[in-house]
């Protein structure tokens, strides 16, 4: 075969992604990128080859995450990319940085009626920071770069670039490799806070008697967690995370007080919100969440975030960790006294002892908040965390609490179901020598379990525990509530053995139903040598806290619930 000289748009498109610091191309195959396949055979990126393009980028978000090297999803045109944008939306709404190359039909039949032909570009532009078609095979380093930098740039987020086929297999000269020249995506430097803000800043702390610190993503992808908890234990200031900050303080130090979370923020005077944004979480920094007395501090290395939804006492635009360890240093020596403590402490351990008596349940079927319970203590404390599900999320997000960042992943502000067993695929590839432990619905686990068999065939070290009720849990409990037990509809699911299809796609399996059996099948799993299910038969009628509870409320009007129906027959507001 003859070739024409110099190298086409595929290898340029690779090479990049080798500069940048990639060494996965997380992907599902297709004629379209065929090319960038061809290119990673020499260049030595590694594709991961999974069995739904929507999982390619669920792993690429957790692989982005946690292995402090860039995510990167390819997929094929049309269907390929249409399938990734639920996976698009869930990086989108966690501030998740990515990249997402998509093939594309040949610019020559653009509007023809080619094959796998849709406006992708239109379709990713909600859901992404940036979408870019590349019209020039010698530009495409430009484009990987600026897609990196932009997914990079505050407030994180994905980015999307589509090579139209006609473009990628065209050939430039080696020397006009414009890769070589670019500066790295990824900026080096912290922007730093401005000092005039951090004095205003210091003028509340001093003043304040029950200061209480907010901590989200920002402070992990700063690397600031050293820094805040410097801050928080000069300060004596309990610190609350997001989610995905779980970990920011050990789950036991004194100053996690994560189960006394709503009387400490009803009752603080000062919130150093940092790194995370007033979305619903925190009732959009409005009352009744946030209250309407204490005054405000925000850090957040994006603008577009500071003020948004509430607005704050002190506004700084800069890095978490530089603005953490400026108002560190500007502290008096000394850690002050905080009488509130003591009953914020009280009533943490109150709550905590509660569930550990509701964990101690020996019912049969098994009780949701045991089965977390008893697989977090049957594994290694450096395992990542992975939850996934309706009901069994919030019974798992009562039980882990790592002692580190980037151990928990949840499907985040997106709510995205099915995220469990591509996040854990990624955690086993970021953290080696981890086992990546996800806790996952049945329902939830059903979306994307082919994914079991990625992890088989590049013999990922994961875990999943099925919490197996036989049904959509959260949603049955819910209709049970609002409409009336006889009124359950399209929520209930079989009881099937999901040991079993783990044992057919070539792993290890094992069903269990009475609770002193799942701290031993978890040590047998994680010792198998193999990628592990554990399939539970838990309590469908075992109804989570957040259920009750409906979090999510519009300011001064009725309390809503996560779906925005009003909370009414008996669920509480607790
Ligand atoms: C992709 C997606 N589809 C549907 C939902 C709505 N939803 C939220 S929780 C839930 C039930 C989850 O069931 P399961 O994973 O079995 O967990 P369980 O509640 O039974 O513990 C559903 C359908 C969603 N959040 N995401
Ligand atoms: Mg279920």
Redesign the pocket.
Same mark, same amino acid.
Request: hydrophobic letters at 35%; aromatic letters at 4%.
């Given at each position: 075969m003859t070739v024409a000289p110099g190298i086409d748009a595929g290898r340029r498109a690779v090479a990049q992604l080798v500069r940048e610091g990639a060494d996965i191309l997380f992907s599902l195959n297709g004629g379209h990128i065929a090319p960038i396949y061809d290119a990673c055979l020499d260049l030595g990126l590694r594709i991961l080859d999974v069995r739904h393009e929507d999982a390619a980028v669920h792993m690429a978000h957790a692989y982005g995450r946690l292995a402090g090297r860039p995510g990167v999803a390819c997929v094929t045109a049309g269907p390929g990319v249409t399938n990734a944008v639920t996976a698009m939306a869930t990086a989108f709404a966690a501030a998740s940085p990515l990249l997402l190359i998509g093939g594309k039909t040949p610019l020559r039949q653009f509007d023809l009626g080619a094959l796998q032909d849709v406006d992708q570009v239109a379709i990713l532009r909600p859901v992404t920071k940036g979408a870019f078609t590349v019209l020039e095979g010698a530009r495409v380093a430009e484009y990987v770069n600026a897609a990196i930098r932009l997914a990079y740039a505050p407030p994180h987020g994905p980015a999307y670039v589509e090579i139209p086929t006609d473009v990628l297999r065209e050939r430039a000269p080696v020397e006009d490799a414009e890769g070589g020249t670019l500066p790295p995506a990824r900026l080096a430097g912290r922007p730093a806070p401005d000092p005039a803000l951090l004095a205003r800043a210091m003028e509340r702390i001093e003043r304040a008697e029950r200061p209480v610190i907010v901590a989200g993503g920002g402070v992990l992808w700063s690397g600031a967690q050293a820094t805040l908890r410097a801050l928080a234990e000069r300060l004596q200031a309990p610190v609350l995370t997001t989610s995905l900050a779980r970990g920011l303080l050990p789950g036991a130090h004194p100053l996690n007080l994560y189960a006394a979370r709503s009387f400490l923020l009803s009752r603080a005077d000062l919130i150093l919100v940092v790194g995370t944004r007033f979305n619903y979480v925190l009732g959009y920094g409005r009352p009744p969440r946030l209250p309407k007395g204490a005054a405000v501090i925000q850090i957040d290395a994006a603008a577009s975030e500071l003020n948004r939804n509430r607005v704050v006492d002190v506004a700084i635009q800069a890095d978490a960790g530089a603005a953490l360890a400026a108002l560190a240093a500007a502290l008096p020596a000394g850690a002050p006294g905080r009488p509130w403590l003591a009953e914020a402490a009280a009533r943490h351990a109150k709550a905590t002892a509660a569930q550990e008596a509701q964990a101690a349940a020996e019912a049969r079927p098994i009780h949701?908040l045991r089965l977390c319970r008893d697989v977090v203590r049957a594994a290694p404390p450096e395992a990542t965390f992975i939850a996934d /599900? /309706?009901? %069994?999320l919030s019974f798992a997000r009562l039980a882990i609490h790592p002692d580190a960042p980037g151990r928990f992943l949840d499907p985040g502000p997106y !709510?995205? &179901? !099915?995220v469990g067993l591509p996040f854990a695929n990624a955690a086993a590839l970021a953290r080696a020598g981890a086992p990546a432990v996800c806790i #996952? /619905?049945? /329902?939830? &686990?059903g %979306?994307h379990l082919m994914e079991f068999d990625t992890a088989v065939r590049h013999r990922l070290p994961i875990l999943v525990v099925v #919490?197996n009720?036989a !049904?959509? !849990? %959260?949603?049955r409990n819910s209709q049970v509530a609002d409409f009336g037990a006889d009124r359950v509809i399209g929520t209930l699911l079989r009881d099937s053995r999901f040991d079993l299809v783990a044992r057919a796609l070539g792993g290890h399996g094992e069903r269990v139903t009475d609770p002193a059996q799942i701290a031993p099948a978890v040590r047998r799993a994680l010792e198998a040598g193999l990628p592990a299910l554990v399939d539970v038969a838990t309590d %469908?009628g075992a109804a989570s806290p957040d259920l009750a509870r409906g979090l999510a409320r519009v300011p001064d009007r009725q309390p809503l619930d996560f779906y925005g129906a009003p909370i009414s027959r008996g669920r509480g507001e607790g």
């Open positions: 949701p /599900g /309706g009901d %069994i !709510g995205c &179901l !099915g #996952s /619905g049945d /329902g939830a &686990l %979306i #919490s009720n !049904g959509w !849990g %959260i949603e %469908i």
